[in-house]
């Protein structure tokens, strides 16, 4: 399957936009594992932002390397890095979602059950 001229031109226009942005990106979350890693509770989850850093460097180098080659199969690398840190980023989301609703649910018992003990102490007076 050949792709037209301009179907082409318009990949390696948005690839030279994009590559620039996983870079950076990639560089941020590096360094804010790297950052994470220097506290004891950050030590345990540094490793997730580095590797997704990882991941988004090695998109750009995919995408750079696409441009320079114009090889499709580099582009095929630079989505599936893409695709793996959009799957974990996912799920990091569905987690935090989960524990902020069982936060919330703990919240909710600790006031009910302060706001009982309350009422109690305040009749007895």
């Known amino acids: ?7 082409l031109n318009s990949i ?13 990106l ?8 790297g950052l994470q890693a220097l506290t004891i ?5 540094a490793w997730l932002p580095i590797w997704m ?3 988004l460097l090695q998109a750009g180098k995919f ?14 690398e630079m989505f599936r890095k893409l695709r793996i840190y ?16 069982l936060m919330l649910i703990f919240y909710l018992i600790i006031g009910i059950s302060l706001f009982g ?5 305040m009749g007895t007076f």
């Open 117 to 121: 003990i309350m009422s109690q102490e």
């Open 26 to 33: 990639g560089i941020v979350f590096i360094v804010s594992g």
């Open 86 to 101: 959009f799957v974990v980023q996912g799920i990091l989301i569905i987690v935090s979602l989960a524990l902020v609703i």
């Open 12 to 24: 390696v226009y948005e690839t030279r936009k994009v590559k620039g942005w996983l870079k950076f």
């Open 41 to 45: 509770v950050g030590i345990l989850v």
């Open 53 to 55: 850093g990882v991941l």
């Open 63 to 76: 995408a750079d390397s696409f441009l320079a080659e114009q090889n499709p199969s580099r582009l095929v």
């Open 1 to 7: 399957m050949e792709l037209s001229e301009q179907v």
